[in-house]
């Protein structure tokens, strides 16, 4: 049987494998690039909350000044030309209990503000910055292949001497070589955060080229987000003739006759439908750790010989924060401040404080309202608070465990931050918190790391895990690999790696049918079915099976409206499995979003990713109470036609909480409904009491009888799991709210 056949397949969408996949494309290879989520991005990716935009992972990018090799890709991809690069007011604000210290771009300008401020250490501030920006300027010709590093081994105190000399120390051990002032070191490292959780075990090489590019090239942010870069980048492959699928998740990588030869994989929401493609050469932009995983065993071991000895980086924790105001106006003044513990009074507390307690670990707060960021509305805010976390933290905790826990720790850092900003918590509109489980559920990174590797001296470099693996043809890209985590590091491993590849792909034309895309589907019919609501209907994709009351991922292609929004939203699905159609209601809004979908007409084609979701009765045997409120009612039509199915015979409720009746979804079709011991309560808060456990009591007299299946506004739902669960005749595990998105 024939595959279809690529020059290259990268596994993987985050920037490493974006910039891989881009580079080969533009010189006219085959490509075929691979990534699990339905956003593309991995690190590199925005979500929307409310009237925010979240940045998930950027918050500045360092360089795009003369020496930076960034510069270069950058042309070459065409990056400058179609994404607004932005860059930030300054390199960091650093405050401590007795230190306010602002660190300014530019060389000159950064060494006369720390001379300003240590005056008695002015000697040696000029030597270390010296001495980092000489790093610096000998990476770019340093050997990226590991046999030329070995034949260059023997001159490289002659033709490398400031990275040798660097190599022989961590940063904390070169700090405490040049300074005796605790705060001084601890401001030249604030942002060790970027990169590491100890200046002991930091590798002053990789610290140096990172810091001497924010100091001398200044720091940028990408505006709207970076999940601009990564859908530029995913445009470029596709208009360069290469492909891009989402929600595809690869399962093994095949070796034959000890060379990787292709890819089989699955789709990441249906495990069952699976698909095997060839290519001339394998490109992994997931963790390499995952990878090994991938190989066969004798594959295995050969790479984990090479890797199973290197440690992983911290992680982060990120609170995502929408402001109702211009916080600004509160007194935040810089874009990212690193507060300093009072605890920490040298860089030797560094590490300890970082696995420390929540209420004392130092961390960061950016402000992205400082620049035109355009992830807020005009008068709003949107920050981030972040620090150093690690898996163990959270792991062994039950559902609602981790839940709690989330909380406790967002008031613990929202009430730091409203300690140095007076007032700032109770302009919160939204938060968010992600950990390092959340980081570990979205990419796969073993440990929650978007780092990879540690950058220790012994892992950093020549130590580094370099770009080709000692499986033939298998190649590597990203954080995992040379020369390293962050924005830059990925970026520069993919066009590295491209480099690499390109040079031994032979030229033999390939003519196999590429694979395709099967979740692009067609809108066979629209229909308003109330009050400022409509409802879609699909054509099913190919072997898409779902379970009554799950949702899927619904995403517009081109939509015309774009501004503060996402082109995809999680959707309940309105119709039933048996159906040979897919169905999705909702309400229109402002969003852009909901401004395109009043846009779409018949034959206008959208992709679907799923199914998704466990709101399913599938294991109900008691009496069901459905309890919603407006657009919620959307996974109960189809949950009900499965109870009809199954000739389900336990008392069956649904109560239907509505402002009006014109704005209730589906109304009509309830009160029609023939299902036995089925009884319809709407409930029209215009002239009518809100549902809660009294009103509920009226028609439910034995609540143990019951499931509850609740589904609505975020507070809708928490009142009434809190008045339920008060309810001493009833079981927590039959109180199911929808999870819905």
Same mark, same amino acid.
């Given at each position: ?52 935009? /979240? ?146 075990? /930091? ?258 470099? /020549? ?279």
């Amino acid at each position: 049987m024939s595959y279809p056949q690529y020059d290259a397949i990268i596994i993987g969408g985050g920037l490493g494998g974006l910039v891989s996949a881009a580079t080969l494309s533009k010189r006219g290879k085959k490509v075929l690039l691979l990534e699990q989520h339905y956003v593309i991005g991995g690190c590199a990716t925005t979500f929307k909350r409310k009237d925010f935009i /979240m940045e998930v992972g950027l918050h500045e990018m360092d360089g795009l000044y003369e020496r930076d090799i960034k510069n270069d890709i950058f042309d070459y991809l065409d990056i400058k030309k179609n994404v607004d690069l932005l860059q930030v007011p300054e390199v960091y604000n650093f405050k401590s209990n007795d230190l306010d210290f602002v660190l300014p771009h530019g060389h000159d300008a950064a060494l006369n503000a720390l001379v300003e401020k240590f005056p008695h250490e002015r000697k040696n501030i000029e030597k270390f910055l010296l001495f980092m920006d000489a790093i610096l300027s000998e990476l770019p010709s340093f050997p990226v292949d590991k046999w030329k590093q070995y034949l260059n081994l023997p001159f490289m105190p002659l033709t490398y001497p400031n990275v040798v000399k660097a190599s022989k120390k961590t940063l904390g051990e070169w700090l405490d070589h040049y300074f005796d002032d605790d705060n001084l070191k601890l401001v030249l490292q604030a942002n060790l955060l970027y990169y590491h959780d100890d200046p002991y075990s /930091m590798s002053m090489i990789y610290f140096s080229a990172a810091q001497t590019s924010y100091i001398s090239g200044g720091g940028y942010f990408i505006k709207g987000g970076s999940q601009k870069l990564s859908d530029y980048l995913k445009e470029f492959i596709e208009e360069n003739s290469g492909t891009v699928l989402l929600g595809q998740k690869v399962k093994n990588i095949i070796i034959e006759n000890k060379v990787a030869t292709g890819v089989v994989f699955q789709d990441a929401f249906n495990p069952n439908n699976t698909k095997k493609v060839s290519g001339k050469k394998i490109i992994a932009n997931c963790a390499v750790p995952v990878v090994k995983k991938m190989l066969p065993n004798e594959e295995a071991i050969k790479l984990g010989k090479k890797i199973d000895h290197l440690k992983p980086a911290c992680s982060l924790l990120s609170i995502y924060i929408g402001f109702k105001s211009d916080i600004k106006k509160l007194g935040s003044k810089y874009y990212s401040t690193f507060f300093n513990s009072s605890s920490v009074k040298n860089i030797n507390e560094i590490y300890a404080n970082a696995n420390g307690d929540y209420s004392e670990r130092n961390y960061v707060f950016v402000d992205y309202s400082q620049i035109d960021s355009e992830l807020a509305p005009q008068n709003k805010s949107f920050g981030v608070i972040c620090c150093a976390d690690y898996l163990k933290n959270w792991e062994n905790l039950s559902p609602e465990e981790y839940k709690i826990k989330k909380e406790e720790v967002s008031k613990i850092f929202i009430d730091r931050l409203n300690d140095h900003i007076p007032g700032i918590a109770n302009e919160i509109e939204y938060y968010e918190l992600a950990t390092s489980k959340t980081i570990n559920r979205y990419t796969g990174n073993p440990f929650g790391t978007p780092y990879g590797f540690a950058q220790t001296p012994n892992q950093s470099g /020549m130590g580094r895990n370099p770009l080709q693996s000692p499986v033939k043809n298998l190649h590597f890209a990203g954080a995992w690999t040379f020369p390293g985590g962050g924005f830059t590091g990925a970026i520069i491993s993919g066009f590295l790696c491209a480099n690499q590849v390109d040079k031994s792909i032979n030229s033999k034309k390939l003519t196999n049918s590429n694979v395709q895309d099967n979740r692009l589907v067609k809108l066979i019919e629209k229909k308003n079915i109330a009050q400022n609501t409509v409802e879609l209907v699909y054509e099913k994709p190919d072997n898409f099976d779902y379970d009554a009351g799950q949702y899927a991922i619904l995403e517009l292609i081109d939509p015309p409206f774009s501004n503060l929004d996402v082109p995809h939203r999680p959707l309940s699905i309105v119709s039933h499995p048996s159906e040979n159609k897919i169905k999705f209601t909702m309400r229109y809004s402002n969003s852009s979003f909901k401004k395109s979908i009043s846009e779409l007409i018949v034959n206008d084609y959208s992709k679907i990713y799923g199914p998704l979701g466990k709101f399913t009765v599938k294991n109900a045997t008691k009496g069901i109470a459905f309890i919603v409120s407006g657009i919620g009612i959307t996974p109960i039509l189809p949950l009900l036609m499965e109870l009809k199915e199954k000739e389900y015979k336990e008392p069956i409720y649904l109560f239907y909480s509505n402002k009006t009746e014109e704005s209730a979804a589906y109304h009509e079709d309830f009160l029609k409904m023939k299902l036995d011991n089925f009884n319809y309560v709407p409930v029209f808060t215009s002239k009518e009491k809100r549902i809660d456990s009294n009103f509920l009591n009226e028609y439910l007299h034995q609540w143990g009888d019951f499931h509850y299946y609740i589904v609505g506004s975020s507070e809708f739902s928490k009142s009434l799991v809190k008045q339920l669960s008060c309810n001493p005749f009833i079981e927590q595990k039959d109180i199911k709210v929808d999870d819905f998105g």
